[in-house]
């Protein structure tokens, strides 16, 4: 059965800030990108807000005092070169979650070329530091997750979820959380709770880049949980209107 989508009543207007290219970024990545000035959802209903304001609040100590610094410490010390190979490495790893996912959706195709690439890029790639797949034999990279999956099932979005360390989510994006990481091939190849480790330093990693920008853009907001909320709903409106 599909689950209810906490997406805004329809026709209500989208910012240009907000979707101002061609392909909708993550929600993650739209937290850090946009413009601050999202719509107001005044009326929406938060059946968990009581648990999603306690998640939050332990987010923000976690990310002021533990995450924030050393992600700005991370980003200054770690060479670009380096951080570059690092991402590319994490990168990598996920194209068997990409070729899962896209063969469950009966995307064949790209599927295929999620593997190949993930073939080239951990021999002649190094691990993945590198990318001969794209450099050299011209496969692009066409990533693909399980929230995707249960989106092309019906699966709707189900109620605003603030997730421990990863921050606001949905209940369809939550649980794709989970099953993305049983598909990843580091903990299958790693004992625990090694992989668990290695995968977290990778979501550490690509943190550390935006860690300053998130910080001065929690700081702008009177109410930083109503704010991220509005800005997650906004983001589920765009992407909306751009499969539509």
Do not use: C
Request: no cysteine; net charge negative.
């Amino acid at each position: 059965m599909q689950a209810a989508d906490p997406v805004p009543a329809a026709g209500q207007p989208v910012p240009v800030d907000a979707a101002a290219t061609d392909e909708p970024a993550s929600t993650e990545q739209a937290v850090i990108e946009v413009d601050p000035n999202v719509v107001s959802y005044e009326d929406y209903a938060d059946p968990l807000e009581p648990f999603n304001r306690a998640m939050f609040k332990f987010n923000d100590v976690v990310g002021r005092y533990v995450l924030i610094p050393a992600g700005k410490g991370y980003a200054k010390v770690v060479p670009d070169v380096v951080d570059r190979r690092v991402a590319s490495f994490f990168d990598n790893v996920e194209h068997p979650v990409y070729a899962i996912n896209q063969a469950l959706q009966a995307d064949f195709k790209p599927a295929g070329t999620n593997l190949l690439r993930f073939g080239i890029n951990t021999t002649i790639g190094l691990l993945g530091l590198f990318d001969p797949a794209e450099a050299v034999f011209g496969l692009e990279r066409e990533p693909s997750d399980f929230a995707e999956t249960l989106a092309h099932y019906d699966f709707g979005y189900g109620n605003y979820i603030v997730l421990p360390f990863f921050g606001p989510s949905d209940t369809r994006n939550g649980i794709a959380r989970g099953v993305d990481f049983l598909f990843n091939p580091i903990p299958w190849v790693t004992e625990s709770p090694d992989g668990f480790l290695i995968l977290s330093y990778g979501w550490f990693q690509d943190f550390a880049q935006s860690a300053e920008t998130y910080e001065k853009l929690l700081e702008r907001p009177e109410d930083p949980y109503t704010f991220l909320r509005n800005l997650h709903l906004q983001g589920i409106q765009r992407d909306a209107a751009y499969r539509d």
